[in-house]
C-alpha cells in the first residue's frame, strides 16, 4: 500500500482512538471523583461514630462518678445512653456500607485507569503508524524533488 493511501486510511483512525482516549480520560475523571465523594462519606461516618464514642464516654464517666442527681436525671442519662448507643449502631451499618461502596469506588477507577491505558496505548500506536507513513509520503516527494532538480540541467542542455 503506497504511503498516501495508508495515511488516508490512518488519519480517521487516530481521530477515533483520540476521541476513545479523551472519552477514558473523562470516565477516569468521574471515577477518580467518585472515589473521593465515597471516602468523604466514609470520613464523616467515621467522625460521626467518633463523636457517639465521646458522647458515650462522657455518660459513663458521669455514671462511674457515682451518680449524683435525682433520679429522673439518671433515667434521662441512661435513655440518652441508649440513644446514643443505637446511634452508633446503625452508624456501624452505615460505615459498612459505604466502606463497600469505597471498595467499588476503587476498582471502579481501576477499571477506568486500565481502560484508559489501553485507549492510550491504541492511540499512540496508531499514531506512530501515521506519522511513518506521513514520513514515507514526505520522503516520497522529496526524492521526487531532488530527482526533479538533478534532471533539470540535463532538461536545459537538450533545448
Not at 111 to 137: P, T
Amino acid at each position: 500500500m503506497n504511503p498516501r493511501r495508508q495515511l488516508d486510511i490512518l488519519t480517521p483512525v487516530v481521530r477515533l482512538r483520540e476521541r476513545r482516549v479523551e472519552v477514558a480520560r473523562l470516565e477516569a475523571v468521574a471515577a477518580r471523583d467518585a472515589l473521593a465523594t465515597a471516602e468523604a462519606a466514609l470520613a464523616v461516618r467515621d467522625r460521626a461514630i467518633a463523636a457517639h464514642d465521646a458522647a458515650l464516654a462522657r455518660l459513663d464517666a458521669w455514671f462511674a462518678e457515682g451518680l449524683s442527681g435525682s433520679a429522673a436525671m439518671v433515667e434521662t442519662a441512661l435513655a440518652r445512653r441508649e440513644m446514643v448507643v443505637e446511634a452508633r449502631a446503625r452508624d456501624l451499618d452505615l460505615r459498612e456500607q459505604e466502606s463497600v461502596a469505597v471498595h467499588k469506588a476503587r476498582e471502579d477507577l481501576d477499571a477506568a485507569l486500565r481502560v484508559l491505558v489501553r485507549a492510550q496505548g491504541r492511540f499512540e500506536a496508531m499514531s506512530g503508524q501515521r506519522d511513518r507513513a506521513r514520513s514515507a509520503l514526505l520522503a516520497r516527494r522529496d526524492e521526487r524533488q531532488q530527482q526533479e532538480i538533478e534532471e533539470l540541467p540535463a532538461r536545459r542542455a537538450t533545448r
